[in-house]
């Protein structure tokens, strides 16, 4: 992550995307969405082409949001086909074993693609997985120049895309909105990267940071509009992580149910990625027999071992929701990456409630550890706070 107003900064940026991509649905042509980037002289042709870049890039962040929920292990992927007649042709990953973003765009765009300019947020595959190489398909249609966010970490990529497709004589470009991207796709490539999922703690807390009343009762300190929103994060994580001591005072269910995905036109077959897949339930230490949480795995060993394992099985991102003593935990051991706190206009009014994390803290001001809040969102009465961790220290 960058500095605390660099990260604003994409996440600004990020609001605007899903401004223009809603006025996108509603008709209005590619070059009437809003331009965040010139990399040229205003008014030259390079300048033009740039803004053309970067409002696919948009777009193209637009689609992959819309199919977040559905396509891991494999990236959330946004694609945009400039045709040379000015039309647009938009795609996006398709769940596990179906087209890549890449492949949609490209069937929409038919024989248009022909001379076009290919937009995507992560490097085309260029291996043979459940579907063929992406950079094939590119090549096959006749693709004049590919642009794309970021390269794409995972060992069977690395740049060989794009190797593949410059020496078939497409031209490349690399780096175009390169931040928001890194930001929508940071679990993706963290798990490429480190074998672990990207690990975020959810806590829901008045104003003056306390989870739980002294007779153990937590449940609903924040509004509607948060816990819709916390579904959501739910819906966008492989795995959501509770310990015993929150199985056994709530017998919480953890499902996706108060949100909906937005759907959204992205795949050439016409469908719409509406479907929600359930993230699986862990608990740390064990869980009633007749608890709501099952079927769940129960887990007895280190966190560390935990991640490796939900790694290795393909999370590319897990959910922390507590309660304090394994959110304390998972932070002690220096494994969290981001935090998403909710703030309720409650107060317990004193210090017998449950704390947001339990055990022992920083035992001196400089022992504690450093972040930079990346977002801050109004959710009906509540407010959201996003913290990314800065430099965590694995174990
Ligand atoms: N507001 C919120 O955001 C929120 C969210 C979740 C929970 N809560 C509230 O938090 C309270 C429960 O929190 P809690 O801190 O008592 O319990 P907890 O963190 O949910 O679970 C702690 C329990 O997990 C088990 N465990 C096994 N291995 C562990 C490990 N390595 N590290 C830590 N725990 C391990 C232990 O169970 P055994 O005792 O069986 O060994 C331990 O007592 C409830 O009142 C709940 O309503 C609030």
Known sequence: MGSHAAVWVARERSEQERESARHD??????????????????????????????????????????????????????????????????????????????????????????????????????HQGRTGPCTAAIIEAGVRRVVIGVLDPDPSVSGAGV????????????????AEVEHQLAAYLHHRRTGRPWVVVKLAASVDGRTAAPDGTSQWITSLPARTDAHRLRAWSDAVIVGAGTVRADDPSLTVRHWTPPGGRVWSDGTEPTAVVQPRRVVVGSAPPDARIHPCL?????????????????????????????????????????????????????????????????????????????????????????????????T
């Open 163 to 178: 190797a593949r497709l410059r020496a078939a004589g497409v031209e490349v470009q690399v780096g175009v909105r390169a």
């Open 25 to 126: 649905a509603t008709g209005l042509p590619l070059s009437a969405l809003p331009l965040t980037a010139q990399r040229a002289t205003p008014g030259s042709p390079e300048a033009s082409e740039s803004a053309r870049w970067d409002a696919a890039m948009n777009r193209a962040i637009e689609a992959a949001s819309a199919v977040r929920h559905l396509t891991s292990p494999n990236p959330w992927v946004g694609c945009v086909v400039l045709s040379a007649d000015g039309s647009t042709y938009t795609g996006a990953t398709s769940p596990p074993g179906g087209p890549h973003a890449e492949r949609h765009a490209l069937a929409d765009a038919g024989r248009t693609a022909r001379g076009a300019t290919l937009v995507t947020t992560l490097e085309p595959c260029d």
């Open 298 to 394: 129960q887990w007895d060993g280190p966190l560390g071992d935990l991640l490796d394992r939900l790694g290795a099985e393909g999370a590319t991102q897990v959910l922390v929701e507590g309660g304090p003593a394994v959110a304390g935990k998972f932070v002690r051991a220096g494994l969290v990456d981001s935090f998403v706190v909710y703030l309720a206009p409650a107060l317990f009014g004193g210090d017998d409630g449950a704390p947001m994390l339990s055990g022992p803290g920083a035992q001196s001001i400089e022992a504690v550890r450093g972040g930079s809040i990346t977002a801050v969102e109004r959710l009906g009465p509540d407010v959201r706070i996003d913290v990314a961790v800065s430099e965590p220290e694995p």
